[in-house]
């Protein structure tokens, strides 16, 4: 037996001594497009039929018909006043109808937001004590719904601007004597080349 006061072992591990840690690490590669969620993969497989024999029979023109617009959303012109032939071929058709595609899907955009504001409108009319949640929710910093929006309007118009300079730029190499002229003239909500510049101004000779 242990005699009284005899100290006993102890149970506890003994203390170690700080160790300085340096563990090598590395990063890896970030993929340049995310990958898409699995319920997000499952829409898009569903609303393109595919894997289906019904792949290519989704259909647009009903709904393009709804969504497009004259005016600033329809691909831009040359006025014909100015006596430039348009660029014809498989380059300036594809230009064209991209940029009308994009023109319609800008307009479906913004009606989308109008509908959007009208119906939270609406909402906040009929219930004023949930404005102050709805706007909350919506605002800007958090940038969780608008994000995506926002997004997806700046690509749209990002994506058409791309198309209207590609167009301009056909008509630019046909006339190379008069490229730097062309360049410099803007674009208007209707033509390629603001029509409303004078051949004094431009040295080209309008018709």
């Not at 898409?36 to 595919?50: T, Y």
């Amino acid at each position: 037996m242990e005699s009284v006061g005899e100290e006993l072992p102890s149970l506890l591990p003994a203390p170690t001594a700080p160790v300085f840690a340096f563990e090598p690490s590395t990063e890896q590669q970030i993929p340049p497009i995310p990958a898409a969620s699995a319920e997000m993969s499952e829409h898009a497989i569903h609303c393109l039929c595919l894997g289906t024999d019904a792949w290519n029979k989704v259909r647009y023109v009903k709904a393009q018909q709804a969504l497009q617009a004259g005016g600033v959303f329809q691909p831009h012109l040359i006025d014909p006043r100015w006596g430039i032939a348009t660029p014809t071929g498989p380059v300036p058709d594809f230009l064209f109808k991209s940029e009308q595609t994009f023109g319609t899907f800008l307009h479906g955009l913004l009606k989308q937001r109008e509908a959007f504001a009208a119906g939270i409108t609406e909402i906040i009319k009929e219930h004023p004590a949930a404005a102050d949640c709805i706007n909350r929710v919506f605002r800007p910093e958090i940038r969780a719904f608008r994000a995506v929006s926002d997004n997806l309007l700046q690509f749209t118009c990002g994506k058409r601007a791309e198309a209207v300079d590609a167009r301009r730029k056909l008509v630019e190499a046909s006339m190379p004597s008069a490229a730097l002229q062309l360049k410099a003239i803007h674009p208007t909500p209707n033509f390629l080349f603001d029509s409303r510049v004078t051949s004094k101004s431009t040295h080209l000779s309008l018709k």
